[in-house]
């Protein structure tokens, strides 16, 4: 299989990390969502095996990210499973990490791109795990009416 253009945002497994930082009980009562980005932080990391690929999952992701790009790597935010003090503020950081350079996505779109297919040999216990939707992070208030920072 060829090499994706890095500008597709294609995440390829066995070239990949998943990076989970800053999911601490201490956060609990200051973030957004916190019960509901950490049953998807916890969805990311049922059998890694399955799916070796990147994706950040993160409270505050801003500064990781940028961090990540500094350093010439590409990033793909799991935005069902980052969230910060306000929405406001989990909404500016997600438009500036794309304006950065970051691709945002949901859980269950980055399993099943690194999965490919049912051809894949664990595709039976991954299809497990995306039948139950990931819980409700308030991502869909965020992009109710087209908002213009996520353009």
Do not use: W
Request: overall charge positive.
């Amino acid at each position: 299989m060829a090499a994706a253009r890095p500008s597709l945002g294609r995440v390829l497994p066995g070239s990949s990390v998943l990076f989970l930082c800053d999911m601490q009980e201490k956060f609990r009562h200051n973030i957004a969502y916190f019960p509901q980005i950490v049953s998807v932080a916890a969805r990311m990391l049922k059998d890694p095996r399955s799916y070796p690929g990147l994706a950040l999952t993160s409270l505050y992701p801003q500064n990781t990210t940028l961090d990540l790009l500094d350093r010439g790597l590409q990033v793909h935010v799991v935005v069902d499973a980052c969230s910060s003090r306000s929405q406001v503020d989990r909404l500016v950081a997600l438009a500036r990490m794309r304006q950065s350079g970051a691709f945002l996505s949901t859980s269950e779109g980055l399993i099943l791109q690194l999965v490919g297919d049912a051809v894949h040999p664990q595709f039976k216990e991954i299809q497990k795990l995306i039948k139950e939707p990931a819980p409700d992070s308030g991502l869909l208030g965020l992009f109710q009416g087209q908002n213009s920072l996520l353009h």
